[in-house]
């Protein structure tokens, strides 16, 4: 029996077998003009997840590259401060023992002072060092200038606080060592609940006055703050209000944290001065947030009533005895009995030696000064401790005080005081050589993830390539083939689909 196949079907099994190899036809042709595989999702939907996934990668390593290129220049910059730094500290420590030698007279140390106090200014300038208009000794205050000096000594006027950069997931780094670290001490204390007002924003204190809290609900209460409250009283009156927003101290202990817990939002946590005032702003609260108000470092200065383990972020200190060397007096104060900072001036104060503890102009560490105008005070580690660096008074990280000595031991020709900034000149240079150190580890650990990340950007490029990109010869190839097929096809088809008069008939 022989099945009969009727024309329509002929024609429609040629037309798609046309369309077919068309189709093949043009898909060989768009990867041969592109040079890839995949134009649109539905080519390869597979495909196409993985190279999107790829390409953020890339997009978020090509901007960690990015972030170590925008930054490392703090890094280099610190570095070349300190070795010109460090360089001052020798020439200064010359010209100390050049006073010492047994040819010096009162005329050739009031040079040496006039050498020495040009060094000073040589140190603060570095210490000053701007990059991109932004102090690099500053910590995250890159707008404050970071050290000052004056008659009563140098003082730091930069945060504590490291500014961190992200150069991997999950991974930061700090790109600046703060000032505090290198040539002046920041106290730094915590804050409790008992902190007197007063003593906040560098001991400028908050200014009395009144603000608005308006919580996610749309309520409103107004608070006010009187001279003489405390920490502890503004926590309480926020805390009262009667407001959806519950005030704490943050993880930190320098500062407030305002939640918001309203369960119908209307808008944002909202808080703003009354008339004008500051007081919102002086608790560093001032603003609008979602849901948390984490507030600002409120800065607390040092007070006599300080306590001892307040010091450092509330990590505290440990204080042992110091030397002090004041012309012909000179002995050690014991220091590990102190409480407080007032406990540590006492101390000092009474030990005989004619000098006088007080705290700095920044309200951020101690000075001792000598009560003879023909002395200079200098202070001293006793044995391995540090006590005398951790307080602002001597040696290790204090080295524009360190300078200010000895150009003032120059200048009164005092041996004895010149004699004991030798220690502490020795302590600063190896401060500034671990500062060194320190930063010399960190551009280790980012040239080494920039070339990690130049590498795996590399790679995943490669992936991309090997997923979208077409293989040319092989589809060079195929298009002639199919070009091939479509001229058979059509010549086959042709002939087998042959019109007759009929076709022309209605």
Known sequence: ?????????????????????????????????????ISKPSDDPTGTRDSLSLRTGVRRTEQFTRNIDNN?????????????????????KELAIQGL??????????????????ILSQVLQSGNTKVKNLFVFSGTDTRTTPFDVSASGAVYQGSTSKFDIPIADNAAIEFSLPGSDVLAVDLDPSINTSTDLSVLNGGSGVSAGSFTITDRGGSTATLTVSAG??????????NSSGLNVTATLNAEANGLTLTDSSTTILGELTIAEVAGGTTAENLGILGSRDGVFA?????????????????????????NSISIVNGAASGAVSLSSATTIGDVITAINSSGLNVTASINRAGNGLRVQSNSSTTVAIVNEIGTGNS???????????????????????????????????????SGISAVTESRAIL???QGRVQSTYSFHEVDIVAQQEQISNIEDADLAE?????????????STLNATSRIIQPSLLDFLR
């Open 72 to 92: 490392r220049i703090f890094l280099q910059s610190s570095d070349s401060a300190l070795n010109t730094i460090g360089v001052s500290l020798n020439r200064a």
């Open 101 to 118: 030698a047994g040819t010096a007279t009162s005329s050739t140390r009031s040079f040496a002072a006039g050498e020495v106090d040009n």
């Open 295 to 319: 507030g600002t470092d409120l800065n607390p200065a040092v007070s006599s009533s300080t306590l001892i383990s307040q010091l450092n972020k509330g990590s505290g200190a440990t204080l």
């Open 475 to 487: 589809q060079a190839s195929r298009l002639a083939t199919l070009e091939f097929a479509l001229q």
């Open 229 to 238: 409250d405390t920490i502890g009283t503004v926590i309480s009156s926020i």
């Open 388 to 426: 005398a660096e951790t307080l602002g008074i001597g040696g290790g990280r204090n080295v524009l005080n360190t300078l200010i000595d000895l150009r003032d031991a120059l200048l009164k020709s005092d041996s004895r005081a010149i004699i004991a900034s030798l220690t502490n000149l020795d």
């Open 1 to 37: 029996m022989v099945d009969r196949v009727t024309v329509n079907s002929t024609q429609n099994n040629s037309l798609r077998n046309i369309f077919r190899i068309t189709e093949e036809l043009f898909d060989a042709q768009r990867q041969v003009s592109t040079g890839k595989r």
């Open 440 to 442: 010399g580890g960190i």
